[in-house]
């Protein structure tokens, strides 16, 4: 195979395990913070549940970081596009992850019940609107979305904010903070214990059933949607812009790389296997392996849309043939090779001194410790 | 058809943005490598003291680290929401510093600084030092990344622009990596950060110093920043020459507004001390020169021309009538990429392609073909930054990085001479100079950015084509909404800091042999409790461990 055909894959490949690490970590720490208030009942396990993920949800957040930093040295267009066309999501979404660092940080500093209270307010806003905008944004990348380039590629978005918040889009937003809740709630289930423990066993069972039922109704809702094939374009192999292809958009053409490679429904498969065993693993009494299950889940969801759109990224609904494709919206040969060396080297490396952090601080959170810790959140 | 107000507001919106974040980052920058210096002390010598003043100024780091980070976010995203053009333009070469970045540092250090927090009673002494260490290279690796990025766009090596994919495609990363721009502005960036952290922790010893507590750490942490200080401020002044020496090849048009020099002088130029300048008459209403000064002090020789702004310009309309038939022949590559009579038009006039692109501001219907000798005229006017601001902001940081050069010898003497509790003048000055390194980072922001106007890529891509075309109204949105919630953030960050800087260290009970002991003295877990007693115990504590 060509070598920069090969690389595009392979980024193509390594965009979804970014997305996939960017959901499981963040998911986690966002689904805690989205139960803070739900199933911390007092101010003490409110503070178990947030010290249970203390010393590692600044670690866990640089997942979103990178995947912002990744998208755009491996799809400078899509960056571009997708960033700026979803101007107001995109802030909302910043600005509610940059409130969560400092309710972390500052939350436990002051001891008054009223700014804890903002703080608790905070966490349930910051970890329930990203999860929400995140699959609100897959959501629409499945839908295309109306956008069209100048000839030196400047983008024009020309939809409006509030239509980004379609019924399908907010199915979507929906399940994927249900997955984030199932991932937070089985990790306090690990982290915590007594009554604490239990109504996260709750939360987490509730969650996963939801997310279960919303996963099946999308799947039904993207066989009846129009999907976008290529009609004629460039060779992937060479460099080319969404300027030179021609794309249609026909009835069914979400299920059309299923219907040719069959193989691939065990993509979804994967994602409903995940959550069910995950979610009777749970009440099975083993959170640990259950949150491992959890990844299966979100990598089936996260799949199943991948092979949808595949080989789109982010179809324009307005001017079809300007739509974003792997094969026109990476970056330069030179570039992915030096990102690829980077990534090799890294990523085992970040996955080995994650493991040993959680390793360093495994056990259950000592509630009467946090008390008289002056560093505890 | 881009919007200049569109495109004021965006760039309003990054600078504040910036510049806020970049309030943050050299502390983190100094202090990591401040507290990890503290840390080797105490597991060299076992002496708890030092153990205590790691954790204190540890405290201190994380109420800032949490506003550098989120802050941060902003950044990372900043350039797709709000300079799409810019990232489409220039993603492939400017991404990969970002997310290699993220890869090798920030993920590190973020990983890390939980376990330093927090993993006092589960790590050995030696594991924790490690720890320590790795936040403190992964923040500096974090600015030596960010800043090749920089590099590319104040001196764009190692990149081709691609006429089929219509963008700049890296094509040496060594070269990316090791411009001199690049270099020069990581190590003057980051020893600034130190210089930042010396002056911090000078100027909160002093305050505990003239309250008479915690003397033992103040005096301690007051010497080592001191010390410090003076090495890294000399530093910072020896790399912003080299920059200067630097930026005399790559930017001429930035030196010339820095030194406020309107017409090209015979060398050796005369160095403009103090001056007035008047943009629009391009003359300086006065000056007070020194003369032969200016090409030593920039060129390191007597003789290298220096050219004045009015010449820089002239040079700059020849550049702008040639880089015009390059953006032609790109328009008709975009429809078609393998037109050759086109692929040959482009590939005689593309050393102009950036100068191309300036002019198309002014050309009717914003179509360089259309452009005009006066189009000409106003795109070649507009080559030329902002001298008045450049030249005295730039003229500041100067002053205050000899202000505090003299700070820390002063500091370092009476620290050694150790009567430094006899001069309360001096230690209230210190108390004042917490701002100083503050602003003067900043002013070092803003001559770079400002100084490379208006180039987002220096002789590449306009600034104004840089911007994402938004309405006016998101403009107005999102900038009332940084403006609203940073400002919200830097009074909780601002009262946190006082106040742990008014509880001061933890003190710890019992023998200090450095092992586990349990802090008792902060209540502040205590909901709804009050710290009036609590922090009265803390001192009747100190003063009990003193009498031991």
């Given amino acids: 195979m060509d070598l920069y055909l090969g690389l595009k894959v392979l980024w193509w490949l390594l965009l979804g395990v970014l997305l996939l690490g960017l959901a499981v970590m963040v998911g986690m720490d966002m689904g805690v913070g989205a139960l803070l208030r739900i199933i911390g009942k007092t101010d003490l396990e409110r503070r178990s549940m947030l010290n249970a993920i203390g010393p590692h949800w600044d670690g866990n957040q640089v997942w979103f ?93 020309t939809g409006s904010f509030i239509s980004l918040f379609n019924p399908f889009a907010i199915l979507a937003g929906v399940l994927s903070l249900a997955l984030a809740l199932y991932m937070g709630a089985t990790m306090m289930v690990i982290k915590t214990e007594g009554a604490l423990a239990e109504r996260a ?22 066989s009846l949607m129009p999907g ?58 083993r959170p640990a392996t259950a949150w491992w299950f959890g990844i299966f889940a979100w990598a089936g969801v996260l799949g199943a849309t991948a092979v949808s759109l595949f080989p789109f990224l982010m179809p324009s609904s307005s001017n079809p043939s300007q739509s974003l494709t792997i094969w026109n919206s990476i970056s330069s040969q030179t570039t992915l090779l030096w990102m690829t060396g980077f990534t090799v080297v890294f990523v085992p490396l970040i996955l080995w001194y994650t493991s040993w952090a959680f390793y360093v601080m495994r056990g259950k959170v000592d509630a009467s410790k946090i008390e008289n810790d002056p560093h505890a959140y | 058809m881009i919007n200049d107000t569109v495109v004021a507001l965006s760039r309003w919106q990054f600078a ?35 153990r205590e003043m790691t954790q204190f100024w540890s405290k201190l780091l994380l109420i800032n680290f949490a ?84 590099g590319f766009m104040q001196d764009p090596q190692g990149a ?50 003239l309250k008479k507590r915690h003397l033992e750490i103040a005096k301690r942490s007051f010497r080592m920043a001191t010390i410090f200080g003076v090495l890294s401020t000399i530093g910072v002044i020896t790399l912003g020459d080299a920059l200067g020496f630097i930026g005399a090849h790559a930017q001429p048009a930035k030196i010339a507004a820095m030194e406020a020099m309107w017409v090209t002088e015979p060398t050796p130029a005369p160095f403009n001390l103090a001056a007035w300048p008047n943009q629009a008459k391009q003359e300086n209403t006065w000056a007070l020169q020194i003369p032969y000064l200016l090409t030593p002090l920039l060129t390191h020789t007597m003789d290298t021309k220096i050219p004045g702004i009015a010449e820089i310009e002239a040079d700059n309309v020849v550049r702008i009538k040639n880089g015009i038939p390059a953006v032609e022949a790109l328009k008709l590559l975009s429809a078609n990429p393998t037109d050759p009579a086109a692929m040959t038009q482009f590939k005689a006039h593309e050393q102009d392609l950036g100068y191309g692109f300036l002019v198309e501001r002014y050309a009717q219907d914003q179509d360089v073909s259309k452009a005009t000798d006066a189009d000409i005229a106003k795109a070649a006017k507009d080559t030329i930054p902002d001298v008045f601001t450049i030249y005295w902001v730039f003229r500041i940081m100067v002053a205050f990085a000899f202000l505090m050069l003299a700070f820390f010898v002063f500091g370092v003497i009476y620290s050694l001479r150790n009567d430094i509790e006899k001069h309360p003048v001096y230690l209230r000055f210190a108390m004042w100079m917490i701002p100083v390194p503050f602003l003067a980072c900043e002013m070092g922001w ?64 019992g023998a200090n042999t450095g092992g586990h002991t349990k802090d008792k003295s902060l209540g502040g877990s205590v909901l709804g409790g009050s710290y009036a007693p609590v922090h009265a115990k803390a001192l009747m504590d100190e003063q009990s461990a003193k009498e031991v």
């Fill in chain 1, 65 to 157: 970081i990178l995947g912002g930093g990744a998208i755009f040295a491996a799809f400078p267009l899509i960056y571009a596009t997708a960033f700026s066309g979803l101007y107001v999501v995109m802030l909302l979404l910043l600005w509610s992850m940059i409130m969560r660092p400092l309710a972390f940080e500052y939350r436990s500093k002051i001891p008054t019940e009223t700014w804890r209270n903002i703080a608790d307010w905070v966490f349930l806003l910051s970890g329930a609107l990203p999860m929400i905008i995140y699959g609100a944004a897959m959501g629409n990348m499945l839908q295309g979305v109306p956008f069209h380039f100048d000839w030196d590629l400047r983008s024009h978005y």
């Fill in chain 1, 201 to 222: 066993r709750t939360a987490g069972s509730i969650a996963i059933v939801a997310a279960i039922a919303l996963f099946a109704a999308g799947g039904v809702w993207v």
């Fill in chain 1, 228 to 285: 976008f094939i290529l009609v004629h374009s460039v060779d992937p192999a060479l460099a080319q812009t969404p300027l030179t292809q021609t794309v249609e958009q026909v009835a069914g053409g979400l299920l059309a790389n299923y219907r040719g490679y069959p193989i691939l429904w065990l993509v979804p498969v994967t994602g409903f296997f995940g959550m069910i065993v995950g979610g009777l693993l749970l009440r099975a009494h």
């Fill in chain 2, 16 to 50: 504040s943005t910036a510049l806020y974040h970049f309030l943050f980052v050299p502390l983190t920058l100094g202090l990591t490598v401040f507290i990890a210096s503290l840390e080797t002390v105490y597991v060299v010598t076992g002496k708890s003291i030092y």
């Fill in chain 2, 67 to 150: 506003l550098g980070v989120a802050t941060g976010l902003t950044m990372e995203f900043e350039f797709g929401t709000n300079w799409s053009f810019y990232s489409g333009f220039v993603g492939d070469i400017f991404g990969a510093p970002l997310a290699i970045e993220g890869l090798m540092a920030f993920f590190m250090e973020s990983t890390m600084i939980g376990l330093m927090i927090f993993g006092w009673d589960k790590l050995s002494r030696g594991q924790h030092l490690i720890v320590t260490y790795l936040v403190a290279l992964g923040s500096n690796l974090s600015a030596l990344w960010i800043l090749v990025a920089n």
């Fill in chain 2, 160 to 209: 081709i622009f691609n006429p089929v994919t219509l963008r700049m495609e890296l094509q040496s990363f060594s070269a990316l990596i090791f411009s001199h721009d690049a270099q020069a502005k990581f190590v003057h960036t980051s020893i600034a950060g130190y210089v930042t952290a010396a002056i911090f922790v000078a100027g909160v010893s002093a305050y505990y110093m």
């Fill in chain 2, 446 to 509: 803003i001559t770079a950015e400002l100084g490379r106007q208006p180039w987002t890529v220096y002789n590449l891509l306009p600034t104004w084509m840089s911007a994402s075309s938004h309405s006016v109204s998101y403009m107005v949105f999102s900038l009332i909404g940084f403006v609203s919630l940073y400002s919200i953030f830097i009074i909780i960050e601002m009262y946190l800091m006082v106040r742990a800087i008014k509880q001061g260290p933890d003190v710890h009970h």
